[in-house]
C-alpha cells in the first residue's frame, strides 16, 4: 500500500468512507492538522509534575512496558496524566477499578478536554442476579437484573466515537477488557445520510430496521424511528436528543438536532452517521454459519 498522510487519504477517499480515514489515523496517529488533544486549564504543570510528565513521556515514547506514577492524593496525577496524553497525541484507555473513581475521573477528563472524545464506559447493570439452581429443594431461581438506560446510552457513545473520530479518551472499569464486537463489524453496519443524498424515505427506513431500530406511530423513544410525511425521525440510542430528517422533491434537505419535547431545532447538520441500535450485529453469512455450527454440534 502507498504510504500517505490522514489529509491525503481524506482528499483521494469517499468523504463518508469513514474506515479509510480511520486507517489513516491509525498509521499516523493524530494528525496535528487534522484532531488533536488540547487542555484547557487556566493552570499549569508546577513543582514535581513538569519533572514526572516528562520522564513518562520519554518512557513511552521509548517503548517502555509499565510506567508508574507515583504521588500522595491530591498532588495532580490525573492533572499529569492529561498533559501526557495531550503531549503524545494518541487515543487513550483509562481503567478504574470501580464506576465511582471512574466517574470521577471521566468527570475530570471532560473538563480538561472539551472538544475532543472523552466517553464512559462501565457496566450498564445496577443490579445483576445470575441464575441459580438448588439441587435439594429442585427449585431453580431465574436470572434477575436491571439496567440503567443512562449507562447503556453511555456505552453506545462510547462505541460510536471509537469508530467515528480518533481523539477519543475512553475512562472505563474492567467492563471494556469483555468483547462486544469487532468494531470493523459496527462499522460495517451503519447507515450514513447526508444533505443533497438522493434516497427515498422508505429506504432510509428499511436500512434502519434493518439495523434493529423499532419503527412507531407514536411518540418516540431512544432506539424508534418514525416517519410521517417528509419528516423521518430518529432517536440514536447514544444520544440526548433525536434527529429529524427532512427530504424534499430531489432528496434529503436536511438534517436536525431537535429537542425531544418541543422538537425545536438545535443543530443543522451536514451528514449522519447512524450507528446500530444493538451493539450485536452480525452479517447473513455468519449468522448462518452459526446457525449451522449449532445444529450439527446437537446431532
Same mark, same amino acid.
Request: charged share 25%; with cysteine; proline share 5%.
Given at each position: 500500500m502507498v504510504d500517505c498522510t490522514y489529509l491525503e487519504l481524506i482528499e483521494l477517499s469517499d468523504p463518508f468512507d469513514i474506515s479509510r480515514a480511520l486507517e489513516g489515523a491509525s498509521k499516523e496517529r493524530l494528525s496535528p492538522e487534522v484532531s488533536k488533544f488540547e487542555i484547557h486549564s487556566e493552570f499549569s504543570p508546577a513543582g514535581d509534575q513538569e519533572y514526572a510528565i516528562g520522564e513518562l513521556v520519554s518512557q513511552l515514547e521509548n517503548l517502555q512496558e509499565r510506567c508508574v506514577l507515583l504521588g500522595v492524593t491530591g498532588s495532580g496525577k490525573t492533572f499529569a496524566m492529561a498533559h501526557i496524553i495531550e503531549r503524545l497525541n494518541i487515543p @487513550?484507555?483509562? /481503567?478504574? %477499578?470501580?464506576? @465511582?473513581?471512574? =466517574? +470521577?475521573? %471521566? +468527570?475530570? &477528563?471532560a473538563g480538561l478536554f472539551p472538544n475532543n472524545g472523552v466517553e464512559y464506559f462501565v457496566s450498564h447493570y445496577d443490579y445483576y442476579q445470575p441464575e441459580a439452581y438448588m439441587p435439594k429443594r429442585d427449585l431453580y431461581i431465574d436470572k434477575e437484573l436491571s439496567i440503567n438506560e443512562k449507562i447503556e446510552q453511555e456505552r453506545f457513545a462510547t462505541v460510536a466515537s471509537l469508530v467515528s473520530r480518533p481523539d477519543c479518551i475512553i475512562v472505563s472499569s474492567v467492563s471494556c477488557i469483555y468483547g462486544l464486537n469487532a468494531p470493523e463489524t459496527f462499522l460495517k453496519h451503519h447507515c450514513r445520510t447526508f444533505v443533497g443524498q438522493t434516497i427515498e424515505p422508505m *429506504? $432510509?427506513? =428499511?436500512?434502519? /430496521?434493518?439495523? +434493529?431500530? !423499532? !419503527? @412507531?406511530?407514536?411518540? $418516540?423513544? =431512544?432506539? *424508534?424511528? !418514525?416517519?410521517?410525511?417528509?419528516? $423521518? *425521525?430518529?432517536? &440514536?440510542?447514544?444520544r440526548d436528543d433525536p434527529m429529524r430528517i427532512r427530504f424534499g422533491f430531489e432528496g434529503v434537505e436536511h438534517i436536525q438536532i431537535c429537542d425531544p419535547v418541543t422538537w425545536e431545532v438545535h443543530e443543522e447538520l451536514e451528514e449522519a452517521w447512524i450507528h446500530p441500535k444493538a451493539f450485536f450485529m452480525t452479517s447473513p453469512e455468519r449468522f448462518e454459519e452459526a446457525l449451522e455450527a449449532g445444529c450439527n454440534s446437537k446431532k
Amino acid at each position: 500500500m502507498v504510504d500517505c498522510t490522514y489529509l491525503e487519504l481524506i482528499e483521494l477517499s469517499d468523504p463518508f468512507d469513514i474506515s479509510r480515514a480511520l486507517e489513516g489515523a491509525s498509521k499516523e496517529r493524530l494528525s496535528p492538522e487534522v484532531s488533536k488533544f488540547e487542555i484547557h486549564s487556566e493552570f499549569s504543570p508546577a513543582g514535581d509534575q513538569e519533572y514526572a510528565i516528562g520522564e513518562l513521556v520519554s518512557q513511552l515514547e521509548n517503548l517502555q512496558e509499565r510506567c508508574v506514577l507515583l504521588g500522595v492524593t491530591g498532588s495532580g496525577k490525573t492533572f499529569a496524566m492529561a498533559h501526557i496524553i495531550e503531549r503524545l497525541n494518541i487515543p @487513550t484507555l483509562i /481503567i478504574s %477499578h470501580n464506576k @465511582t473513581l471512574a =466517574r +470521577q475521573l %471521566h +468527570q475530570e &477528563m471532560a473538563g480538561l478536554f472539551p472538544n475532543n472524545g472523552v466517553e464512559y464506559f462501565v457496566s450498564h447493570y445496577d443490579y445483576y442476579q445470575p441464575e441459580a439452581y438448588m439441587p435439594k429443594r429442585d427449585l431453580y431461581i431465574d436470572k434477575e437484573l436491571s439496567i440503567n438506560e443512562k449507562i447503556e446510552q453511555e456505552r453506545f457513545a462510547t462505541v460510536a466515537s471509537l469508530v467515528s473520530r480518533p481523539d477519543c479518551i475512553i475512562v472505563s472499569s474492567v467492563s471494556c477488557i469483555y468483547g462486544l464486537n469487532a468494531p470493523e463489524t459496527f462499522l460495517k453496519h451503519h447507515c450514513r445520510t447526508f444533505v443533497g443524498q438522493t434516497i427515498e424515505p422508505m *429506504d $432510509l427506513v =428499511r436500512e434502519l /430496521i434493518a439495523l +434493529q431500530y !423499532r !419503527r @412507531t406511530n407514536s411518540a $418516540l423513544e =431512544r432506539g *424508534d424511528v !418514525r416517519l410521517r410525511g417528509e419528516n $423521518l *425521525d430518529v432517536w &440514536m440510542p447514544s444520544r440526548d436528543d433525536p434527529m429529524r430528517i427532512r427530504f424534499g422533491f430531489e432528496g434529503v434537505e436536511h438534517i436536525q438536532i431537535c429537542d425531544p419535547v418541543t422538537w425545536e431545532v438545535h443543530e443543522e447538520l451536514e451528514e449522519a452517521w447512524i450507528h446500530p441500535k444493538a451493539f450485536f450485529m452480525t452479517s447473513p453469512e455468519r449468522f448462518e454459519e452459526a446457525l449451522e455450527a449449532g445444529c450439527n454440534s446437537k446431532k
